[in-house]
T-cell receptor
């Protein structure tokens, strides 16, 4: 059982390019999340999905979009990358939405935008 | 806004000794906390959680103590091992719109002296 996988592990990207970060979970969790982790700012929620077919905006959604076509996959797309999007991105999932459900985190994608 | 997870940034302990990592929070209404461990290059990993109706909870080699009077949590690791080297976060899940997000503190980096 892999849990949550993310791809790529790391990426260097030119500003203005489009990029999709992939996230897949095999736990049949309903809820999934994307966070970015920046030094001194902790983890900030970008987008979330409570169940397949629904998505919602987090604290820092600008410049990012997500889709949730099925239960397992929750890709994050940067339509036109900018240097301020340089960060480590973590995907997470929980069995159900709601604050009393444990969130499991993937290994992260380190993205550098030049 | 009210904060969670005010940590000392670093802690160094001798291998085999017990480690105590402290965390302060400011919201007296907080009712659920989680400790996460994040090793270099990996995502946060759930260690143990505690609800506000408890003062203490024990896991394998770890104990979390909650003092609601002074709004303080601690994570105790018994017989610290090299594999315990990581950044430890106390975190609080909070409702966010129709979902939830994890509020992470700044973390404490635990290093082990041989």
């Amino acid at each position: 059982i892999a849990g949550i996988t993310q791809a790529p592990t790391s990426q260097i990207l030119a500003a203005g390019r489009r990029m999709t970060l992939r996230c897949t979970q095999d736990m049949r969790h309903n809820a999934m999340y994307w966070y970015r982790q920046d030094l001194g700012l902790g983890l900030r929620l970008i987008h979330y999905s409570n169940t397949a077919g629904t998505t919602g905006k987090g604290e820092v959604p600008d410049g990012y979009s997500v889709s949730r076509a099925n239960t397992d996959d929750f890709p994050l797309t940067l339509a036109s990358a900018v240097p301020s999007q340089t960060s480590v991105y973590f995907c997470a999932s929980s069995a159900l939405a709601g604050e009393h459900n444990e969130q499991f985190f993937g290994p992260g994608t380190r993205l550098t935008v030049l | 806004g009210e904060s969670v997870g005010l940590h000392l940034p670093t802690l160094s302990v001798q291998e085999g000794d017990n480690s105590i990592i402290n965390c302060a929070y400011s919201n007296s209404a907080s009712d659920y906390f989680i400790w996460y461990k994040q090793e270099s290059g990996k995502g946060p990993q759930f260690i143990i959680d505690i609800r506000s109706n408890m003062d203490k909870r024990q896991g394998q080699r770890v104990t979390v103590l909650l003092n609601k009077t002074v709004k303080h949590l601690s994570l105790q690791i018994a017989a610290t091992q090299p594999g315990d080297s990581a950044v430890y976060f106390c975190a609080e899940p909070r409702r966010y719109s129709s979902a939830s997000k994890i509020i992470f503190g700044s973390g404490t980096r635990l290093s082990i002296r041989p």
